[in-house]
Structure formats: structure tokens, C-alpha cells
């Protein structure tokens, strides 16, 4: 396993990468961060990718690089388009970031990325049985860990709740749109970890995404039989994730 890895995130408003420690999990360079370009179409999305990583100055060719990218990633191939451009559907998309970059990249949704980093360094250190992390942000990612081992594409952002698709009620993009209070939306996370807990019985719940640092505003109002608890690695939970991935 190498020492240190470079971990590249690619969210719907922003693309961040840094160097990783991989026995910490710690940074080892700044947070590196650019915007996401409108509209998300692939080409500019690579171009900003690459312009990212020459950021990160020189990157010996054995260091692992990992991307984690929000979609269902089969094979490499991206599967799914929530809030980038339609035209990533169906697309072999590591390929054409290995060909832009020049190297072999390791390529993962962002929120299995940082539910592999919680379980490794975080909140969800040697947690047992079934750990369910939420990253609420542009959309609501999910990672679904047992024992520690990632169950991938879990894609929970997207259950059908009361009609609608789970993030565009309770992600923080849907709480800054529609100007709720810090109670109106717990009430909509409320429901939406409720109908987590009854189709999976999870033994913990974590929560991450930007929005994690305030926690303390709206956790506390929800009501569960789960501990939910706040993820620890915060924004580089992705970074985190996609370079230890990298790295094994
Ligand atoms: C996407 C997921 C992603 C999540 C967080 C959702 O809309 O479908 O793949 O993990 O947003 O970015």
C-alpha cells in the first residue's frame, strides 16, 4: 500500500483535491479548489480536472490518484446524472479521466468515498454492523458500510418520499432554496432518516456534507432510535476516501 495518495472530489458546485496522508487520513497539501464549471458537461468537467491536479504541483507517476465523482459508478462507467449534465450517462468515465490525466486513476461516487474514509478514520471508526452515511449538500449522498466494508451505489438520496425524490426535499440545497428554518427542514429530515431506519435497521447513522459543522442545530431535533451522529472528516471526506481507495 502506498503512503500517500492524491483524492480528487467533483461535486455539483465545486471540484477539490488535495494530497493524503494514508495512515492519518490528514491533508499533507492545501485543499485545492475550483468550480464546477455550468452545466457540468464532461469535457469542461476533465479540463477542470486536470487544471486542478497541475495545482497540486508534482505528482510522482507511482502516487495513487482517486476520483469520486456523483453517480451510480459501474465499472468505471458513470450510470447516473443528478446534478451534472445528462451526458455523463453511460460514459466510461475513468477512461477519459486516465486519458486526460495520463495515469491510472481508481473512480467512485463521492459519498462511498466518504463513507470509506468515516470507516476508516472517522465517526464510523470500528463501528459494527450496518452504518449508514448521509452526505446532505447539492444532493444527499449515502454509503452503506457493514462491518466497515462498503455496500457501493446505495444511492438512498434518491427513496421516494411522500411523492418526491428524498433530496430534492431534505438536502441543504432544498433548505437554502426554499429559505427553511433550521426546524422546517428537521422536519423533513425527521422523516427521511425515519423511513432510513424502517427499511434498514441501520446500528448508526452519520451525517456529512458541509452542512455537518452545524449539526448541532438539527440533530438534536430529531427523534430516532438510531444514534446518528455527525461525520468527522467533514468537506475532505470525499478527498479522504477517493485517495485511500487509490491507495489499496
Ligand atoms: C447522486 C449521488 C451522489 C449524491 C451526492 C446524488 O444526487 O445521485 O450519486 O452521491 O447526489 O453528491
Request: with cysteine.
Given at each position: 500500500?502506498?503512503?500517500?495518495?492524491?483524492?480528487?472530489?467533483?461535486g455539483?458546485?465545486?471540484?477539490?483535491?488535495?494530497?493524503?496522508?494514508?495512515?492519518?487520513?490528514?491533508l499533507?497539501?492545501?485543499?485545492?479548489?475550483?468550480?464546477?464549471?455550468?452545466?457540468?458537461?464532461?469535457?469542461?468537467?476533465?479540463?477542470?480536472?486536470?487544471?486542478?491536479?497541475?495545482?497540486?504541483?508534482?505528482?510522482?507517476?507511482?502516487?495513487?490518484?482517486?476520483?469520486?465523482?456523483?453517480?451510480?459508478?459501474?465499472?468505471?462507467?458513470?450510470?447516473?446524472?443528478?446534478?451534472?449534465s445528462?451526458?455523463?450517462?453511460?460514459?466510461?468515465a475513468?477512461?477519459?479521466?486516465?486519458?486526460?490525466?495520463?495515469?491510472?486513476?481508481?473512480f467512485?461516487?463521492?459519498?462511498?468515498?466518504?463513507?470509506?474514509?468515516?470507516a476508516?478514520?472517522?465517526?464510523?471508526?470500528?463501528?459494527?454492523?450496518?452504518?449508514?452515511?448521509?452526505?446532505?449538500?447539492?444532493?444527499?449522498?449515502?454509503?452503506?458500510?457493514?462491518?466497515?466494508?462498503?455496500?457501493?451505489?446505495s444511492?438512498?438520496?434518491?427513496?421516494?418520499?411522500?411523492?418526491?425524490?428524498?433530496?430534492s426535499?431534505?438536502s441543504?440545497?432544498?433548505?437554502e432554496?426554499?429559505?427553511?428554518?433550521?426546524?422546517?427542514w428537521?422536519?423533513?429530515?425527521?422523516?427521511?432518516?425515519?423511513?432510513?431506519?424502517?427499511?434498514?435497521?441501520?446500528?448508526?447513522?452519520?451525517?456529512?456534507?458541509?452542512?455537518?459543522?452545524?449539526?448541532?442545530?438539527?440533530?438534536?431535533?430529531l427523534?430516532?432510535?438510531?444514534?446518528?451522529?455527525?461525520?468527522?472528516?467533514?468537506?475532505?471526506?470525499?478527498?479522504v476516501?477517493?485517495?485511500?481507495?487509490?491507495?489499496?
Amino acid at each position: 500500500m502506498s503512503t500517500t495518495a492524491v483524492g480528487i472530489d467533483i461535486g455539483g458546485t465545486g471540484i477539490k483535491g488535495a494530497i493524503v496522508d494514508i495512515a492519518t487520513g490528514e491533508l499533507l497539501t492545501d485543499r485545492m479548489k475550483l468550480a464546477t464549471p455550468d452545466g457540468g458537461k464532461p469535457d469542461d468537467i476533465l479540463d477542470t480536472v486536470l487544471a486542478l491536479f497541475d495545482q497540486l504541483g508534482e505528482i510522482g507517476e507511482a502516487t495513487p490518484v482517486g476520483v469520486c465523482f456523483p453517480a451510480i459508478i459501474i465499472n468505471g462507467c458513470t450510470m447516473s446524472a443528478a446534478n451534472v449534465s445528462k451526458k455523463w450517462i453511460g460514459l466510461d468515465a475513468e477512461k477519459l479521466f486516465e486519458a486526460k490525466l495520463g495515469r491510472s486513476i481508481h473512480f467512485v461516487n463521492d459519498a462511498d468515498a466518504a463513507g470509506v474514509a468515516e470507516a476508516r478514520y472517522g465517526a464510523a471508526r470500528d463501528a459494527k454492523g450496518l452504518t449508514i452515511l448521509t452526505t446532505l449538500g447539492t444532493g444527499i449522498g449515502s454509503a452503506m458500510l457493514f462491518d466497515g466494508e462498503l455496500i457501493p451505489n446505495s444511492e438512498l438520496g434518491h427513496l421516494e418520499l411522500d411523492g418526491h425524490d428524498a433530496e430534492s426535499l431534505a438536502s441543504t440545497s432544498a433548505k437554502e432554496k426554499e429559505d427553511l428554518s433550521w426546524k422546517d427542514w428537521a422536519k423533513r429530515l425527521q422523516r427521511y432518516y425515519e423511513h432510513l431506519e424502517l427499511l434498514f435497521s441501520p446500528d448508526l447513522i452519520l451525517v456529512g456534507g458541509g452542512i455537518s459543522k452545524s449539526s448541532e442545530e438539527f440533530l438534536p431535533l430529531l427523534e430516532l432510535r438510531t444514534p446518528i451522529k455527525p461525520a468527522t472528516l467533514r468537506n475532505n471526506a470525499g478527498i479522504v476516501g477517493a485517495a485511500e481507495l487509490a491507495s489499496r
